[in-house]
């Protein structure tokens, strides 16, 4: 059974720096986009970044410059490197695996991590 579990979230001030990490198991991690989503409370989960099986990255506009995914094959870890943290960063956050084969998706999400970024 596939597994993601996340981890690295926490309490951290404005301007501060947060890493999440993902580590993934029963999946052929390669093939998988791997990304990072957030939900606030009472906002709807948005899309933070994603990285391609071929490494080719994309990020909301509110975190371009601030926060650097990346991906490491071999250990099927995922990880997020979130600095210059703002107070509207504070979510939860969550590691996805998406591929899809035809018309069939598959998505995979991990269990969610608590970022909270306040002074």
């Known amino acids: 059974q596939v597994q993601l579990v996340d981890s690295g979230g926490g309490l951290v001030q404005p301007g501060g720096s947060l890493r999440l990490s993902c580590a993934a198991s029963?999946?052929?991690?390669?093939?998988?986009?791997m990304g990072w989503y957030r939900q606030a409370p009472g906002k709807q989960r948005e899309l933070v970044a994603t990285i391609t099986s071929s490494r080719s990255t994309n990020y909301v506009d509110s975190v371009k410059d601030r926060f650097t995914i990346s991906r490491d094959n071999a250990k099927k870890t995922v990880s997020l490197q979130m600095n210059s943290l703002k107070p509207e960063d504070t979510a939860v956050y969550y590691c996805?695996?998406?591929?899809?084969?035809?018309?069939?998706?598959?998505?995979?999400w991990g269990q969610g991590t608590q970022v909270t970024v306040s002074s």
């Open positions: 029963e999946i052929t991690f390669s093939i998988y986009t």
């Open positions: 996805n695996a998406y591929r899809s084969i035809g018309a069939t998706r598959y998505d995979y």
